[in-house]
T-cell receptor
Framework: NAGVTQTPKFQVLKTGQSMTLQCAQD?????MSWYRQDPGMGLRLIHY???????DQGEVPNGYNVSRSTTEDFPLRLLSAAPSQTSVYFC??????????????FGPGTRLTVL | AQSVTQLDSHVSVSEGTPVLLRCNYS??????LFWYVQHPNKGLQLLLK??????LVKGINGFEAEFKKSETSFHLTKPSAHMSDAAEYFC???????????FGTGTRLKVLA
């Protein structure tokens, strides 16, 4: 049982490049989410999903796309990288209890630098 | 808008003394509340959660938190700090009926020998 896995661990991009951050979980969780962590700002929700084929925007969705074709995978796509997207990205998953998200389990993070 | 405020960005305590990390929330209805810990260059780990059962919640590593509806607070405490408690702590609220985790900005705890 690997929990939540993220790849890559580190990435450097040039402005304007695109890339996909991968996230997978093996706990059969309905809920998955992406956050970015910046100094002094805590974690901010980018996008989330409550099941295959269902996604919604979080607090800071601009410049990012997601899709959820399977329960296990929830990739995050940067369409045209900008220096403002330099951050640490965390993926998380949880079951749903009483119609809302329960305890989330976090991946180890991806440190992204955009030059 | 629903939100969560961590009142201190940095807290320093001596080893063996009590820890208090403060968190206030705003939410229309009784929310779910969590405390997570992040050690340097690590992911986030759940310390404890409140989901409308007992108001005093016990977590891992001797931490506990008390939900006080009248004060809209969910402060994290520990009777005696250990060097290994040095980390960043996040208070999180999920407004009832939503799927959105709202994180506080974090409190960095420093433990002095």
């Amino acid at each position: 049982n690997a929990g939540v896995t993220q790849t890559p661990k580190f990435q450097v991009l040039k402005t304007g490049q695109s890339m996909t951050l991968q996230c997978a979980q093996d706990m059969n969780h309905e809920y998955m989410s992406w956050y970015r962590q910046d100094p002094g700002m805590g974690l901010r929700l980018i996008h989330y999903s409550v099941g295959a084929g269902i996604t919604d925007q979080g607090e800071v969705p601009n410049g990012y796309n997601v899709s959820r074709s399977t329960t296990e995978d929830f990739p995050l796509r940067l369409l045209s990288a900008a220096p403002s997207q330099t951050s640490v990205y965390f993926c998380a998953s949880s079951g749903l209890a009483g119609g809302q998200a329960d305890t989330q389990y976090f991946g180890p993070g991806t440190r992204l630098t955009v030059l | 808008a629903q939100s969560v405020t961590q009142l201190d960005s940095h807290v320093s305590v001596s080893e063996g003394t009590p820890v208090l990390l403060r968190c206030n929330y705003s939410s229309s209805y009784s929310p779910s509340l969590f405390w997570y810990v992040q050690h340097p260059n690590k992911g986030l780990q759940l310390l404890l959660k409140y989901t409308s059962a007992a108001t005093l919640v016990k977590g891992i590593n001797g931490f506990e938190a008390e939900f006080k509806k009248s004060e809209t607070s969910f402060h994290l405490t520990k009777p005696s700090a250990h060097m290994s408690d040095a980390a960043e702590y996040f208070c999180v609220v999920i407004p009832r009926g939503t799927y959105k985790y709202i994180f506080g900005t974090g409190t960095r705890l420093k433990v002095l020998a």
